[in-house]
C-alpha cells in the first residue's frame, strides 16, 4: 500500500494552475498510488478575502493568501463530490496557523465528510510566512527567536489538538537552510520538540514525513531522519507520509525513498486517515 497523504490542487492560491482535483486522482491512480487525499491551504489567518478584513500588517506579497475560507470549503466540496467516482480520492484539508484565528479553525473541522486534517504552521503571529523572510541580513539570534516562538506555537497547537497530523515539524528549514544555506544550531530547541512528540502520542496524534524536502535544495524530508527516530523513541508510531505536491507531477514524489527512511529509523508502519480514523499499513 502507498498513499499520498499531503496534496494541493489549483483551490491552493500557491498550486499550479492546471491542478485540478479529478486529475490529480487519475495521476495518482496511474502512478500506482492507492490512495491520494487532498489537502489544499486553509491558512486560518487569512480566513477572509483581502476586501474584506483590514489585515494591513501582512506584506504585500502575501496578499494571495487572503480569501482562504473561500478556496478552502471549495476544494472541500468538489474533493467530497468526486469521491463517488474516485475511489482512491480522499478529502483533507491543510489547516494552518489554527490558533490564529480559532473560530476559522472551528468551521473547517465542522465540514462533514472530511478525512483527513494536517496541522501546520507556516508563519509565526503577526509575521509573514517563512517563505517570504529574508535570513541573510538577520543574525544569528533573530532566527532562533523565530525558531522559539515557531516551536512555541506548535507545541500550543499540539496541546490543543483539532487536527490528526502535523505537518511538515522543520519547515522554517526549507528557506533558512534550504535556500539561504544558513544552519542554526537546532539542538537549542530538542526540549520543546520532545514535549511537542510527547503531546502528539499522548493524544492519539500522528507527524508527518513531508517528502518536498528530498526534491528541493534542503534535500532531506521535514522533518529529517534525528527527528524521526526521536519521535520513534518516545513511542511514537502514527505517522502520515505526503509529497506536498502543488502540481501534477510531484503527486507521490519521494513517498519510496521516505518509506525506505521510515524502516531505518525503525517505524513498521504508515498511517492514513480515513473518515478522521487513523489506519496502520505495514511498511
Ligand atoms: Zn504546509
Ligand atoms: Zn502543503
Redesign the pocket.
Known sequence: MLFDS?THSSFSPDADKGTDIEKMAQQAASSGLDYITITD?CDCNYWLPESECDYKEYPKEDSIMFGARDYALLSIEKALTLKSKYMNLLCGI?L?QPLQNPQAAERILSCEGLDFV?G?L?MNAHKPDFYYMQYDIMDISEINALLSDYFTELLEMCKQGGFDSL??LT?PLRYIEGEFGITPDMSAFDDIIRDIFRTLIENGKAIEL?TSGFRQRYGRPFPDEHYLKLYRLLGGELITIGS?AHRLTDIGAGLKEGCELLKECGYRYITLFKGRKPENYKL
Open positions: 499531503h491551504h491543510e494552518g494536517i501546520s507556516h505537518g511538515h519547515y513531508n506536498d
